[in-house]
């Protein structure tokens, strides 16, 4: 008698370049000005780190931002990983209410959808919770997204587990994409995201590259 598939189990579970979309949530200044569960200089990092392994892979990505004019502009560093998209303001206070998310993601037509956001009780467990439940396979990434306190950020991470969203942090999602390092053509950009996000493991792979005198350009594609 077959067994019913697990669909968070087995190779189809794995995030890939077609398979997902990326949704960065409220990355702003006020957001930041709350932030206690990780130092904002860690999630930045991470955010940045994440947004750019999206581009290399070409996962569609959508920057938003809520009440803009109040609480501040998207993060610099993150904005200009994607400067010709201008983030969605929205009033929502949960993404997966503003009708312009929904529209873009069933455009993408993906069914795994990546977030991360500020803060993870709020902003990050609203959307995540809700699109679970209708249907999508939601991944939040943890590292790449903060809560007002520790306790706030857990308890909202073990809330979405509870309704079925896997979490991850951001390193594993440009890993899984990757998945091959046959796969020559995007391990120079992934190897330059490393280095300049991945603390030791970065200064590790630099260090590797410079033994070998082959140090990888993004822009020339060596």
Known sequence: MATEKNPKAGLGALLTPDNCALILIDHQAFQFAGLRSHDSQTVINNVVGLAK???????????????????????????????????????????????????????????????????????????????????????????????????????????????????????????????DWARTDTVPELANTLIDHSGNVGTSLLWEWQLLATVPDSSSGV
């Not at 609480?71 to 206070?93: H, S, Y």
């Not at 679970?132 to 997204?145: I, K, L, P, Q």
């Open 53 to 179: 392994a999206a581009k290399v892979f070409g996962v569609p990505t959508l920057l938003t931002t809520v009440m803009e004019d109040r609480g501040g502009l998207l993060l610099k560093q993150l904005q200009e990983v994607f400067p010709e998209q201008k983030p969605l303001d929205r009033t929502w206070i949960n993404a997966w209410e503003d009708k312009n998310v929904i529209e873009w993601v069933e455009k993408t037509g993906k069914k795994k959808i990546v977030i991360a956001a500020l803060w993870s009780e709020i902003c990050l467990a609203m959307p995540a919770i809700q699109a679970a439940g209708e249907g999508y396979e939601v991944y939040v990434v943890t590292d790449a997204s903060g809560g007002v306190s520790l306790e706030a950020h857990e308890m909202a991470i073990q809330r979405m587990i509870m309704a079925g969203v896997v979490p991850i942090t951001w390193g594993v999602f440009g890993a899984e994409l990757q998945r």
